[in-house]
């Protein structure tokens, strides 16, 4: 015998049965995409075969208004986005796009009180649900879960005084896509910081506008 098939690599025992598993593996996936041809409800979802990977990433700038629970409400907020839909945040992180899921870099600024703010640099990942929509547009639900370097100045008499730490943000949504250039978010917001002697949570409401990044 040949030394060289002495080598289980080469095994022809080994070699028959892979190339049986293949073929049975073919011969199952031809029956199944012509099963899921025939009935539709045995197709994959449509949701994973056609969402793009080319999905645009858009620039926003949104305004709202807020409030703290420990220095008053109806303060205004104010800051900008970038959003990373399904498809090009796959370009950081793969499993997103097979989550439905968008990365969000976003800055904030939510006043408080008279002469107090929290300015924060956060880092959300945000899971749509099933689009409601028509061709033309997207209307798309969310939640979403993030993580924000956060520094709030509190208002003077406090005796907090200032402090940079993280912060802990969760958010609830909806996105409306009109193709090709325009995306519209409506968002509610909680945040929470605890760091030494400053304790702050605030809530949001905002509205934001977007267009596509030229790149």
């Not at 994959?44 to 949104?62: C, D, E, K, M, S």
């Not at 402090?163 to 943000?169: A, F, G, H, I």
Request: glycine share 12%; charged share 15%.
């Amino acid at each position: 015998m040949c030394p060289a098939l002495k080598s289980p690599l080469v095994n022809p025992n080994r070699i028959v049965g892979l190339l049986a598993v293949v073929l049975t593996l073919l011969a199952v996936s031809a029956a199944s995409g012509q099963i899921a041809e025939n009935n539709p409800r045995l197709a994959l979802p449509a949701r994973q075969l056609q969402r793009p990977y080319n999905a645009p990433v858009f620039i926003t700038g949104h305004l709202g208004f807020g409030g703290s629970f420990q220095y008053g409400h109806g303060e205004p907020n104010y800051g900008a986005s970038i959003v990373f839909r399904p498809g090009s945040s796959a370009n950081f992180l793969n499993f997103l796009h097979n989550l439905h899921s968008a990365m969000v870099l976003r800055l904030d600024h939510q006043r408080l009180g008279l002469d107090g703010r929290i300015f924060s640099g956060d880092l959300i990942f945000r899971r749509y649900f099933s689009d409601r929509g028509s061709a033309e547009t997207e209307v798309l639900p969310f939640v979403g879960l993030g993580l924000g370097a956060s520094d709030v100045n509190a208002p003077p008499g406090d005796g907090a005084g200032n402090s940079r730490y993280w912060s802990y943000l969760a958010e609830a949504g909806q996105e409306w896509y009109f193709r090709p250039n325009v995306l519209v978010v409506a968002r509610f917001q909680y945040r929470l910081f605890n760091y030494g002697d400053v304790f702050v949570s605030t809530w949001t409401v905002s509205g934001a506008i977007g267009i596509p990044v030229p790149w």
